[in-house]
């Protein structure tokens, strides 16, 4: 397959729109997030340390799914793109990654504690529950290994000490599990404040997943 063509205006227009999206939404602060999409053999990523409101589509950077070396003359690719690299390897189906530090998220990580199934939509990320990775420093292989390792059969995961990352197999999808994460883990925490949430039971969760399939939730994982 050829590389796209280095301009792919609407695609970086599109990735600048969700970070915008992300931002406005309340799910991520700053630049502490980022955004990455499949772009033929290539995937399209935010540049390390731009801010989303003076971000220009050339600004995201272009970098070989393979691995090899990324095209010169770009800015440098987000702290976090071994793991969005890796995952897009992966998972083929998968076509945008979205990171972000959302509060409630942030706090489930903080206390590694996964969102077990307190309420159905927890079915939507592929599931019983939503895991969390182990820990690794940021940007490092560890982390991209521990990333993979806990979406092998979800679309999206907890990062111990970190933040969250979600998939999809469209940008506005990944966007929509973030924002549907955030919301379902401020449950969550606020539920654990006044008593013990009750748990759906494996063939409750089980039976949503297999609902989920034929409701235009279910993607490639």
């Not at 992300?22 to 053999?41: K, L, W």
């Not at 793991?83 to 998968?94: D, N, R, S, T, W």
């Not at 942030?106 to 182990?134: E, K, T, W």
Request: proline content about 6%.
């Amino acid at each position: 397959m050829k590389p796209p063509h280095r301009d792919c205006t609407d695609l970086r227009q599109a990735v600048i729109d969700a970070c915008l999206e992300m931002n406005a939404a309340g799910i991520n602060q700053g630049t502490s997030g980022n955004i990455s999409v499949r772009a033929g053999d290539h995937m399209l990523i935010t540049p390390s340390g731009v801010p989303y409101g003076k971000m220009a589509p050339e600004d995201l950077v272009l970098m070989p799914l393979d691995g090899s070396a990324a095209p010169e003359g770009q800015l440098k690719p987000s702290t976090e793109w071994p793991f969005h690299l890796a995952i897009l390897k992966a998972k083929p189906g998968v076509h945008a990654v979205v990171h972000a530090h959302p509060v409630y998220c942030s706090a489930l990580a903080m206390n590694r504690q996964a969102i077990p199934a307190c309420h159905y939509m927890v079915a939507a990320f592929g599931g019983s529950d939503v895991p969390v990775a182990d820990y690794g420093l940021f940007g490092s292989h560890q982390l991209s290994e521990n990333i993979n390792r806990a979406l092998q059969d979800r679309s999206a995961c907890l990062m111990a000490n970190h933040g969250a990352v979600t998939t999809g197999d469209s940008l506005s999808r990944a966007l929509w599990r973030m924002v549907e994460l955030e919301t379902l883990s401020k449950g969550y925490v606020t539920s654990l404040t006044i008593g013990k949430p009750h748990i759906l039971s494996e063939d409750e969760i089980s039976e949503v997943v297999a609902a989920f399939s034929d409701y235009g939730l279910k993607d490639s994982r």
